[in-house]
């Protein structure tokens, strides 16, 4: 009696296991759907820095082109870049993802589950290792596109209000513009000066002068390239250059000697002033010979005396000069 009812009890014990293990299958069949192997493959660890994940929770999907390819682990916040991303990815897809891959976080179907879109890259960057950070950015969402349409409506009723006020101004023939549009002078005088352009134009077309000539001639345009040609070449000439007139243009001590030289002009030029003063008013020994009537004819008997005695000598030196040699 108590071998079968141990055997009974071994039965039951056997039935349970086997139930168990069923559900433990049927669980896992139905929420891995195959992707059992994903929980035992090597994984590799990204991180991402993203400015805002727009509700991004942990254990979303990572795709890179389509394809599944690992889950957020985790999420943090960073003082510099907003927030950084930890992506668990397959070992096997983290050599599609380069150096320069981007990050997205977008969403899926209507129900606004978040997920991250990596970019693969190009193949000129270097591939990613552990650990390696990526740049990343949040997709633009419905609210963002609805907050941007909001202010554009406000600035667009803003500019409507002031183009309304601005008609209803002119209508009443108030301001400048009014004025402008509703005075008829405005139109006669700009159809007067086009005629008078025109006459003018048609004038030079057909004169033979010199406005005609500055026109048409390309001798004008040829000679001020040259000319400038000339300036730039002889500009450059003494940029380069060490000589005498680089010196003169630099050197500052040029510049301090001509100073010297105008103060000690214009102090001769001041004693020359005072002197002609003197002389003017009759001072000093130069303005008393001038001034003096008596003296001055006086020196002129004299120098004529002088020239009639060197004229005597001239003509008869002998009646001066007498010359013995014994």
């Not at 069949?29 to 195959?34: C, D, K, S």
């Not at 006669?188 to 406005?211: F, I």
């Amino acid at each position: 009696m108590f071998d079968l009812k141990k055997q009974l009890m071994w039965s039951k014990l056997k039935v349970g296991v086997v139930i168990t293990l069923a559900l433990i299958t049927l669980f896992f069949t139905v929420f891995f759907a195959g992707g059992i192997e994903n929980i035992v493959s090597p994984k590799v660890e990204l991180k991402a820095k993203i400015q805002d994940v727009k509700g991004l929770r942990k254990g979303a999907p990572v795709w890179l082109s389509g394809i599944e390819i690992g889950a957020v682990r985790d999420i943090s916040l960073h003082p510099r870049y907003g927030a950084v991303i930890t992506l668990s990815l397959k070992k096997s897809a983290a050599q599609y993802i380069r150096e320069d891959s981007h990050a997205s976080v977008l969403t899926m179907g209507l129900l606004g589950d978040k997920y991250v879109e990596v970019s693969a890259g190009t193949q000129e960057a270097g591939p990613i290792k552990p650990g390696d950070m990526i740049a990343g950015a949040s997709q633009l969402e419905i609210k963002d596109v609805m907050e941007t349409g909001i202010a554009s409506i406000q600035k667009m009723t803003d500019f409507i209000d002031k183009m309304d006020h601005l008609v209803t101004r002119i209508e009443k023939g108030e301001g400048t513009m009014s004025r402008l549009l509703s005075d008829p002078s405005l139109y006669d005088n700009l159809r007067d000066s086009a005629k008078t352009l025109s006459l003018t134009m048609k004038e030079m077309r057909e004169a033979r002068g010199s406005v005609r000539l500055l026109v048409e001639d390309p001798t004008l345009y040829q000679n001020l390239l040259s000319a400038s040609s000339s300036l730039e070449g002889f500009s450059k000439k003494m940029n380069e250059s060490s000589g005498t007139l680089k010196k003169m243009i630099e050197d500052p001590a040029l510049y301090d000697k001509l100073l010297t030289a105008s103060a000690s002009v214009e102090q001769f030029s001041g004693k020359l002033n005072a002197l002609a003063d003197e002389i003017d008013k009759g001072e000093g020994v130069a303005g008393s010979i001038l001034k003096d009537k008596e003296l001055a004819r006086e020196l002129k008997e004299t120098v004529t005396e002088i020239k009639e005695l060197l004229k005597d000598i001239k003509d008869d030196p002998r009646r001066y000069f007498k010359f013995s040699i014994f």
